[in-house]
């Protein structure tokens, strides 16, 4: 039996060794950028001639990798690929699968520093936001194996006299998992171990920002001897490639993690039954997020004020569970902005590579400009810049962490997700009033209380409608076990990524009832004749 869960440990890269490890990862995966990469579909290697270029944001000249695209006849054999491979996949024992995933995590600990260098290069991710990826790409993997053990034991039934029962967790079949580029090692790693581990089959294909680090998880699944077909890697647009997959009759379920807006289009596509399908699909979404910490006049606020900058702008603010709000009593305003602003202002932007900088480029140019034009709609609105504004995308996707005070409720950049280094501060007249700005949004992901007041605390429990509700701490940071992470409305279907509920989405319970004395009395009779 394996050891009990524990989550992986973060790299202190004040220690010299640690930091000298990350530096020769950094070198050796330089030496191996710019390499072709093709599509794998049954196992077998596939270049198409048409190519998409990941590129690093923090050096826009700089190619991270080549990648062949698929066509849709492409995608379409992925889809038979994987569903050829599911006859055998699906009689794997549990135990097997498992012992898979363990390998695998194993494989990848070896190599967390390569792991985390890919996401330096590929995402600009600085050292910690990139171990941290890796640890818990290792914690799914950890996580998710001991789970599938416990689905795969015997579950308790209510007995009856007369009749021996028991229930199974079977797998649904052919999975489309599209991860996102922010989290391309953990997220992509921990919706394809959860698929192939309750025993369904996968065709992957990776965000075009990030697919570097999950064709490098793929070859490490491939090491740990994961039979071909059953993970299939496939490059290529949502559009061409990504809707064949969601719409084909033998897709039985989509993973998806990324915005409202392409996982409202999946919903809406997979819901339509195509000729020849059995089932009805279904979806895995995880989405967007609007998330508000709210301060309180009773809370820490040089606590309060260090959570909301941390929450804000750690991986440049490109975090579903990011705080991109921050609503803040009428009575301790105008101190918390200054507390803020001041924060903010220490934050040292610039290249990924070197770990004195606490902050990166954004993952694309259209990234770039979509950020930068919030932020002018919210100085057009009324907003008061009071830390940041500015951008470079010379060299690299550069925008200043920004600060946005005097946001009214219900403008702009306070209700649409920014998906970037922008702070909207709102002045709540009173902690009604906070809830209130709080919980009107279609979303419903993250959220956290900065107070000293239990009572306000206990309210928050029970009004401030979000799945993952943090108090007095930051609202990113999830840990893999201990902090399920999934949220309401707009944010997505509640999936709780890295709890015990997770995998159940993935598989379908089929019960066995039994007459006690039947089977023995067939048998009685045969040995008769």
């Not at 790409?137 to 996580?143: G, V």
């Not at 301060?295 to 490109?318: H, K, N, P, R, Y």
């Not at 921050?326 to 932007?349: C, F, G, H, N, Q």
Request: glycine share 10%; hydrophobic share 40%; proline share 4%.
């Amino acid at each position: 039996m394996p050891t009990e869960f524990r989550n992986e440990p973060l790299t202190d890269f004040t220690k010299e060794e640690n930091a000298a490890a990350m530096r020769a990862a950094l070198d050796k995966v330089k030496s191996e950028l710019g390499r072709e990469y093709p599509l794998v579909i049954g196992g077998k290697r596939i270049k198409t001639g048409n190519t998409l270029e990941s590129i690093n944001p923090a050096n826009r000249t700089q190619v991270v990798g080549n990648f062949h695209k698929a066509t849709k006849e492409l995608a379409n054999q992925a889809v038979e690929s994987a569903y050829e491979a599911f006859q055998t996949w699906r009689h794997v024992p549990a135990e097997e699968r498992v012992k898979l995933l363990f390998r695998v995590a194993a494989l990848m600990r070896e190599r967390k520093h390569e792991f985390s260098a890919w996401m330096i290069y590929e995402v600009a991710k600085t050292w910690p936001e990139a171990d941290g990826d890796t640890a818990e790409a290792i914690d799914f993997l950890e996580f998710y194996a001991r789970e599938m053990l416990r689905y795969a034991s015997d579950q308790p039934l209510v007995k009856l006299t007369g009749e021996q029962n028991q229930m199974d967790y079977i797998p649904l079949g052919v999975a489309a998992v599209i991860p996102p580029w922010n989290f391309p090692c953990a997220i992509m790693a921990g919706m394809t171990a959860a698929a192939i581990v309750t025993g369904n089959t996968v065709v992957l294909k990776p965000s075009s920002d990030a697919p570097a680090i999950a064709y490098k998880f793929f070859e490490l699944l491939e090491e740990a001897g994961l039979p071909a077909g059953v993970v299939n890697f496939m490059t290529g647009s949502g559009a061409e490639v990504g809707d064949v997959v969601v719409d084909h009759p033998r897709t039985r379920f989509i993973a998806f993690t990324g915005s409202k807006e392409v996982g409202l289009r999946i919903n809406e596509r997979a819901a339509k039954t195509q000729p020849g399908q059995l089932w009805i699909k279904r979806v895995v979404a995880e989405m967007g997020g609007k998330d508000a910490i709210i301060v309180a006049d009773d809370a820490d606020l040089d606590e309060a004020a260090t959570g909301v900058v941390q929450s804000a702008f750690g991986f440049q603010g490109q975090k579903c569970s990011a705080c991109s709000r921050a609503i803040i009593d009428a009575r301790v305003y105008d101190s918390m902005i200054e507390k803020i602003a001041e924060r903010t202002t220490k934050i040292k932007l610039g290249d990924p590579m070197d770990n004195g900088n606490t902050m990166s480029a954004v993952v694309n140019e259209n990234a770039f400009k979509t950020i930068n034009g919030y932020i002018e709609k919210g100085k057009a609105e009324g907003g008061r810049v009071v830390a940041g504004g500015g951008s470079d995308g010379e060299r690299g996707f550069f925008i200043e962490p920004t600060v946005i005070a005097d946001v009214k409720a219900g403008s702009t950049i306070e209700q649409e997700e920014i998906f970037g280094p922008v702070l909207a501060v709102i002045k709540a007249n009173d902690y009604d009033d906070a809830l209130r700005i709080a919980n009107d949004t279609q979303f419903g992901l993250t959220g956290a209380v900065y107070s000293s007041d239990e009572a306000k605390l206990d309210r928050a429990r029970n009004e401030f409608h979000v799945g993952n509700l943090y108090l007095n701490r930051k609202c990113t940071g999830a840990l893999v076990g201990v902090h399920p992470f999934g949220g309401f409305n707009m944010s997505g279907t509640d999936s709780k990524a890295g709890g015990r509920d997770y995998l159940l989405l993935f598989m379908q319970a089929k019960v066995s009832s039994e007459k006690v004395g039947a089977t023995r009395k067939r048998a009685e009779a045969g040995t008769a004749i």
